[in-house]
């Protein structure tokens, strides 16, 4: 069954920091991997996603996202973080075996200070 | 832009009643998705729809059911709401079932 696990509860960076947020997933065959941020009090939001090609998809807002499949992995990161990246970021992998429903991990915090 | 509009942000009900939770979406999406979201567990799906009249349960579809008589419309029923159900709840809607666009949520409190 596909899975996508998000190590961190919480990541906290310095504002102006280069900042990742981790993900690695188990599917079997070719990954559909995307990741979606949540802003307090609002919807989640689409952000990037990879179905192939280059390994470094880029996103909204800045970020980009790097697919390692000898890792398993599909880390999100930003060069230079903002006080309002400060958010709550979801992995989420399709489920190729099961009418492309998406199964999202738990979600990491992303705080940012100035 | 599309937008996903769920008809409360909070709601508070007592065990036993029956709810609904409503959710249009404006964009002319076949998909539409119901989620609850909580703490440390992330998002679970509950129902799915493809089309209208059509349903697929999902992850964890016990203690509810849907409806989607027209295609903007998704709503999600809490046949006999019980105290573990009380939770954020996700609508969201697709053309392409890879980018959701969701509705802003709504807060389900049952006491």
């Known amino acids: 069954a596909q899975s996508v696990a998000q190590p961190e509860d919480q990541v906290n960076v310095a504002e102006g920091n280069p900042l990742t947020v981790k993900c690695t997933y188990s599917?079997?065959?070719?990954?559909?991997l995307f990741w979606y941020v949540q802003y307090p009090n609002r919807g989640l939001q689409f952000l990037l996603k990879y179905i192939t090609g280059d390994n470094l998809v880029k996103g909204s807002y800045g970020f980009e996202a790097e697919f390692n499949k000898s890792q398993t992995s599909f880390h999100l990161k930003k060069p230079s973080a903002l006080v309002s990246d400060s958010a709550l970021y979801f992995c989420?992998?399709?489920?190729?075996?099961?009418?492309?429903?998406?199964?999202f991990g738990q979600g990491t915090t992303l705080q940012v200070k100035p | 832009d599309v937008k996903v509009t769920q008809s409360s942000r909070y709601l508070v009900k007592r065990t036993g009643e029956k709810v609904f939770l409503e959710c249009v979406q404006d964009?002319?999406?076949?998909?539409m998705f119901w989620y609850r979201q909580d703490p440390g567990l992330g998002l679970r799906l509950i129902y799915f729809s493809y089309d209208v009249k059509m349903k697929e349960k999902g992850d964890i579809p016990e203690g509810y059911s849907v409806s989607r008589e027209k295609k903007e419309r998704f709503s999600l029923i809490l046949e006999s709401a019980s105290t573990n159900q009380t939770s954020m709840y996700l609508c969201a809607s697709s053309r392409d079932p890879e980018k959701l666009f969701f509705g802003s949520g709504t807060q389900l409190s049952v006491l």
């Open positions: 964009m002319d999406h076949e998909n």
């Open positions: 989420a992998v399709r489920d190729v075996g099961n009418t492309g429903k998406l199964i």
């Open positions: 599917v079997s065959g070719n990954p559909y």
